[in-house]
């Protein structure tokens, strides 16, 4: 079974019309039997990194191996066949067709993959038995509950017994009863020759994993000394979509926020002046930069820079002096 | 393919079950107006058939037995019949009247010698033997031993026959030929032509010969922006039917696409994505298609005349259906192979 490398991995899509890059040199290394968690808030990118994963969104670079699989250089068929044979989906909400049984669900997976009649049929009322829906096999998901519908999601993402399996949110629209026999499920899954992906907010996955994957950036509320930059005219102190911990104040010169679109353009969206301060909501809200800050391109500039507690400390003795 | 076809049929089971019966009545209108076409083209080569005649004399410059307004001397006949290679000839007269005394109706007038070419197969009754008695074709309701009134005259209707209607379906009175020419010429021996048994090699002075081909050509003639009428309309006929099966797969699609996000996100074959939904379309349009069939018999009985279907136009409606039914998936296939995958992610 394939240990999964992701190196230098880097995604920009355009969102409204802005750029949005939720990886930027991402690397992450996953090895044989992991059940890893992908944290964070939404936005951050645990989706997306799913999909890259199973090879249904392609990076703008960097290299995702799955075994000696170059996932990223995968087209046509191969693409098709690697999305069939080597990844399993559970999907957020179930997906599952609704017109077919549960059975029929994981029969037509099978079906489209080449397998038999009858082996689809026996491997999909095996499956069914092992998450616990033996009995509820010829019906459709209409009638199933929420739990029922994922653990058949989760089957027929077992059905072509595929080394990777990617869920998203596998818990996010289950009630706290239906829960239990998901997260066992997904436990159980990841065993010696399997990788088990899961993008999640739900906590009560934590005690499961082998990895957690922070997507979020932590917030900085370490102390640590005000960090002072001079930055050359047209010098970029920080891009869109970086990692922010610091709040800055503009000491001299002048800074210009800039947002970069979709197209390769810039749209300027603010100059900071001496005394002013920029780039508090990334840290306050554990969110990446959403715009650029330069250095006026006439003139050198001098910030510094702050952690989230450092500059409250500061802003409130401004106020009260 | 099979599998998700049909079960997403039993699935919207209540949608396309309406749109099988809307189409079945498309598909019948379309399919009765084509059998009216069918019809007409037919009755074309049997009512010169009727005859029985290998060639015909009609005067030089006319455009045919049918057609012509050009008349010759009854007699000609004699003269022809007496040739080398001419086993029987009879002189003919076609014309337009009417028939019935209350309320009138079109009818095509044959005028044929008492046992001679041009006198109708009989289904019922007997043939014309002597002056004043006719045989009627479908379309006129008259019993045997009724009197008729065709064109002023009375006449008794002595036998009716199974075909004769030309012109669109109108309805032929056949009367012996002095008859005819009493009501079309007064009276004067004149014909439209002579129809010829055997191969007259030289045509009488000022005349001409024409094979049945050319009759029927000739005859067609008139029929022709008619017959073109109808193909027009039932070809508007079968685009609307498509329109309707288009729209209801195109919904489905539209309903199925976070389906065909799922299938694509796991690796199904686009073949097996879009072979599904034309299957589907085919599926709904053959199934109107024959549904169609005793619903164009229904409309047929609100049509003039005769509506011809027959093992051909059975077979021709069949592949219209899958054509119908192909060009009908092609939204939803649009729809199909245009979603992405990525669409499977996310929350309902």
Not at chain 1, 283 to 299: E, K, N, Q, V, Y
Not at chain 2, 86 to 105: M, N, Y
Not at chain 2, 199 to 208: A, G, I, K, S, V
Not at chain 2, 319 to 336: E, F, K, P, Q, T
Request: one cysteine or more.
């Amino acid at each position: 079974m394939p240990d999964i490398r992701i190196r230098n991995l880097t995604m920009e899509y355009s969102s409204g019309g802005y750029a949005v890059r939720p990886f930027d040199q991402f690397d992450l290394d996953l090895k044989t039997g992991d059940l890893a968690l992908l944290l964070g808030a939404s936005g951050c990118g645990k989706t997306t990194l799913l999909s890259m994963l199973a090879s249904i969104l392609t990076p703008t670079s960097g290299s995702i191996q799955v075994g000696d699989t170059e996932v990223t250089a995968l087209k046509g068929a191969d693409l098709s066949r690697y999305r069939r044979e080597t990844v399993g989906v559970v999907f957020q909400a179930f997906n599952l067709i609704p017109s077919l049984t549960a059975k029929e669900n994981l029969y037509v997976a099978m079906r489209n993959a080449g397998v038999g009649r009858a082996p689809a049929k026996k491997r999909a009322e095996e499956l069914l038995e092992m998450v616990g829906l033996e009995h509820r096999m010829d019906h459709r998901p209409g009638k199933l509950s929420g739990g029922q519908q994922q653990r058949v999601s989760i089957a027929r993402a077992l059905a072509l017994d595929p080394p990777l399996i990617v869920a998203d949110e596998p818990t996010a629209s289950l009630d706290y009863m239906q829960v239990d026999g998901v997260i066992r499920l997904l436990r159980e899954l990841a065993a010696p020759g399997r990788v088990v992906v899961i993008a999640t907010h739900d906590e009560r996955l934590l005690p499961l994993a082998d990895r957690v994957v922070e997507l979020t950036p932590h917030r900085a509320e370490e102390s640590r000394p005000p960090e002072r930059v001079e930055l050359a005219p047209g010098q970029t102190l920080f891009r869109q979509g970086d990692e922010g911990i610091m709040v800055y104040e503009v000491d001299s010169g002048r800074i210009d926020i800039i947002q970069e679109m979709a197209d390769g353009t810039e749209q300027p969206l603010a100059v900071v002046e001496p005394g002013n301060y920029f780039g508090e909501l990334a840290p306050m809200f554990g969110l990446r930069r959403s715009a650029t800050a330069r250095a006026a391109a006439d003139l050198p500039t001098v910030v510094t820079g702050y952690t989230l507690r450092d500059f409250r400390a500061r802003r409130s003795l401004s106020t009260d002096g | 393919m099979w599998l998700v076809t049909a079960r997403d049929l039993q699935f919207r089971a209540r949608r396309f079950i309406i749109a099988i019966a809307v189409t079945s009545l498309v598909f019948g209108i379309a399919l009765a107006i084509d059998g009216m076409r069918r019809s007409v083209q037919h009755e074309i080569p049997a009512i010169v058939a009727n005859f029985d005649a290998d060639q015909w004399v009609t005067a030089r410059g006319a455009s045919g037995p049918f057609t012509t307004t050009r008349v010759i001397d009854a007699a000609t006949a004699d003269a022809v019949s007496d040739s080398p290679g001419v086993h029987e000839a009879d002189a003919v007269v076609l014309s337009r009247t009417v028939s019935g005394s209350g309320d009138p109706a079109d009818a095509n007038l044959v005028g044929h010698v008492v046992g001679g070419l041009g006198a109708p197969p009989i289904s019922e009754g007997h043939a014309a033997r002597t002056s004043g008695e006719a045989v009627v074709s479908p379309g006129i309701t008259v019993d045997v031993g009724d009197d008729l009134q065709v064109g002023g005259e009375t006449f008794r209707v002595v036998g009716k026959t199974a075909g004769g209607r030309y012109y669109f379906g109108i309805p032929t009175v056949f009367v012996p030929l002095e008859d005819a020419q009493d009501i079309v010429f007064h009276g004067q021996d004149l014909a439209m032509g002579v129809a010829v048994k055997g191969h007259l090699d030289t045509p009488p002075p000022d005349m001409r010969v024409l094979d049945n081909s050319q009759v029927e050509s000739d005859l067609r003639r008139p029929l022709a922006g008619g017959v073109q009428s109808l193909v027009v309309t039932a070809v508007l006929m079968w685009l609307i039917a498509a329109g309707i099966i288009g729209l209801i797969v195109y919904l489905s699609a539209l309903e199925r696409l976070r389906d065909f996000a799922v299938f694509k996100a796991t690796g199904a074959p686009t073949r097996i994505i879009v072979g599904g939904l034309m299957l589907q379309s085919v599926i709904v349009s053959v199934l109107a298609a024959a549904l169609a069939i005793p619903v164009s018999k229904l409309v047929g009985f609100g049509l003039p005349f005769p509506s011809k279907l027959g093992v051909q136009g059975l077979v021709q409606m069949l592949a219209i259906a899958v054509v119908v039914g192909l060009l009908a998936s092609l939204a939803g296939v649009r729809n199909a192979l245009t979603t992405d995958p990525a669409a499977a992610f996310g929350g309902n």
